[in-house]
């Protein structure tokens, strides 16, 4: 494993003690656990540190088709919200509990404008003004509204996903433009992936591209397609607000580079899951998917996200009712319990560690990198803001559309050497710069630099 930017072994640790003490067998008795939870990272309800950090991005929150004319009740980094759209269509998320006498809005009446409580009728605007306290005189209304909010947050609808941003209003970034968002071709089908356990342990693992050879190949059944059974050469590049795991595997005469990637606090997006084998020749597929990974609270989460169909991600094939499970984890999400254990897929990997996974009692090896990186990645990020320094935005670092890394490319390069994981670790790195080069360009001249450049790298190769 290489990165451009990692420190040695930081963040990574072998215990020597529990080495020792499997040695002896039967340790049972002996092996204590740690209990202590890593609250810094772990942790986004309102006023902790994780949780600040997170209220400085705008986060998908539900999927449009899913909300009628009913408000909804919904949590969100902790916090108990309602989602609602009044008759003129505009939506609105407020806090769930009415500021009068603390009413849920869930059982709240959709207006014309905004939202009236039922108990008392108290009628609210999306943003949380109040525009009526009925059957009080003029006087007190006129105080009520001058002295009372019901707390709100922006939102933002886009692609059949309905996103919010719950910072400080001051602090409030554009609405990001990953080029991702308007691909040529490509369909975007809404889906979301609920998982019951914090949300670290479910971003972890797409810094993680080696569980997809184990989890999803070779143990219990070939879950993707059948190349991702070899393991590959892995290397991790940081750039930015930006981690990339790059897996780099050989299938017959064919070099097949797939990245994985985050943008932090939780953007993530990966490789083909189907329509990448290795076995024919892709020249920059995109991500299948295009998703972030939302803390519900400290023990819940939901990704939020797009199924990508079309030529540069997963085939129309796929876009069944199931298809975005199977893209998200290889297996439907909701199945017996026999089944998930005779075919277990992420939500059992990232659910079985427990609600919040406790660091210290893991054993971190070198495939682990990723995971340390992003890891010591968010914690900077989180202290430097509880530092009074605002953490890094994707909309200040370039001009739109911002661009984003994930996805597959395969090339013919046949085999010359025994060990090739050096050699794979050279190309991952020469395929990353190409693509970092072309940064700020229109999406058709990135497509074309990209392209040409893999041709030449295969024709270097083909001597
Ligand atoms: S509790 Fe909502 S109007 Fe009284
Ligand atoms: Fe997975």
Redesign the pocket.
């Known amino acids: 494993m290489k990165s451009d930017k990692l420190l040695g072994n930081r963040g990574l640790s072998i215990k020597k003690n529990s080495t020792d003490i499997n040695l002896k067998g039967f340790s049972g008795y002996e092996l204590k656990h740690s209990k202590e939870i890593d609250d810094e990272i772990a942790r986004i309800g309102p006023g902790t540190k994780a949780g600040e950090y997170f209220r400085r991005y705008w986060h998908p929150i539900f999927i449009s088709s899913e909300l009628g004319d009913l408000p909804v009740a919904i949590k969100i980094l902790g916090e108990e919200l309602v989602l609602f759209r009044d008759q003129s269509l505009q939506l609105g998320l407020v806090h769930k509990h ?1 500021p ?4 849920s809005l869930e059982f709240g009446i959709c207006q014309k404008t905004g939202i009236s ?1 039922c ?4 009628h609210f605007d999306v943003d949380g003004s109040i525009l009526e306290v009925p059957g009080q005189p003029e006087h007190t209304q006129d105080f009520i509204k001058q002295k009372v909010r019901l707390g709100a947050y922006p939102t933002h609808e886009f692609k059949g996903l309905i996103f919010a941003y719950l910072g400080p209003i001051e602090k409030k970034p554009e609405f990001p433009n990953y080029d991702s968002l308007d691909f040529d071709g490509m369909e975007m089908v809404p889906y979301k992936a609920p998982f019951d356990c914090n949300w670290l342990q479910v971003l972890d693992a797409i810094v993680d591209p080696i569980h997809t050879s184990f989890l999803h190949s070779n143990m219990s059944r070939q879950q993707f397609s059948e190349g991702f059974g070899e393991v590959g050469q892995i290397d991790f590049f940081e750039r930015d607000n930006w981690i990339l795991g790059c897996n780099t595997r050989r299938v017959g005469d064919n070099v097949w580079f797939r990245v994985n990637e985050v943008v932090l606090p939780n953007f993530t997006q990966a490789g083909a899951a189907f329509a990448a084998d290795g076995t024919r020749q892709i020249l920059y597929g995109r991500s299948s998917f295009t998703r972030w990974v939302v803390p519900v609270d400290d023990e819940t989460t939901i990704c939020y996200a797009w199924a990508n169909f079309g030529e540069r991600g997963d085939p129309q094939e796929y876009n069944t009712p199931e298809g975005p499970e199977l893209i998200e984890q290889g297996e439907i999400f909701d199945r017996p319990y026999e089944q998930r254990q005779r075919f277990p897929a992420d939500r059992e990997a990232c659910e079985g560690m427990g609600p919040i996974n406790i660091h210290k009692n893991e054993n971190l090896l070198a495939s682990d990198q990723g995971v340390a990186m992003m890891r010591q990645k968010i914690r900077e990020q989180i202290r430097s803001l509880d530092a009074g320094k605002e953490p890094l935005k994707v909309t200040e670092l370039k001009d739109s559309p911002i661009p984003t890394y994930g996805g597959d490319s395969v090339i013919n390069i046949p085999s010359s050497v025994q060990d090739e994981n050096d050699f794979f670790s050279k190309l991952a790195h020469e395929f990353i710069k190409i693509q970092f080069e072309v940064d700020g360009k229109s999406e058709k001249e990135r497509v074309e630099i990209v392209t040409n450049k893999l041709k030449e790298i295969q024709s270097r190769e083909n001597p």
């Not at 009068?100 to 009413?103: E, F, I, V, Y």
């Not at 108990?119 to 108290?122: E, R, S």
Request: hydrophobic share 20%.
């Open positions: 009415c009068h006498r603390q009413a409580c108990y008392h009728g108290w």
